[in-house]
């Protein structure tokens, strides 16, 4: 059993920055990915970043890249998701996920999901 704990949200102006914190404890593996997805009201599920715990290569969605930084402290078993240059369609309910598929992008390939941290970008 897997347990992950998302911290770190909160209300940002257009432009603000914000650091997504994820705690994870119990079982995992080194090949297991850790990903972040979000879910706007109305909307689906998105994926936005994901890094492997033995891996230095981050893989990012359409709407992070050049904005979101996504990386892990392996010694804390934490992962974080920097956020730059928010925009108002930025908010979303964003949340921490680990699992252990070859594919990163897809909310089915993660087993276990925290319980999720609200972000809000205001203009």
């Known amino acids: 059993q897997v347990r992950l704990v998302e911290s770190g949200g909160g209300l940002v102006q257009v432009g603000g920055s914000l650091r997504l914190s994820c705690a994870a404890s119990?079982?995992?593996?080194?090949?297991?990915?850790m990903g972040w997805f979000r879910q706007a009201p109305g909307k689906e599920r998105e994926f936005v970043a994901a890094?492997?715990?033995?891996?230095?290569?981050?893989f990012y969605g359409d709407s992070a890249k050049g904005r979101f930084s996504i990386f892990r402290d392996n010694a804390k078993s934490m992962v974080y998701l920097q956020m730059n240059s928010l925009r108002p369609d930025d908010t979303a309910v964003y949340y921490c996920a680990t699992g252990a598929s070859e594919r990163l992008s897809r909310p089915n390939d993660y087993a276990y999901w925290g319980q999720g941290t609200q972000v809000t970008v205001s203009s």
């Open positions: 890094i492997r715990w033995m891996s230095n290569s981050p």
């Open positions: 119990g079982r995992t593996f080194s090949d297991d990915a």
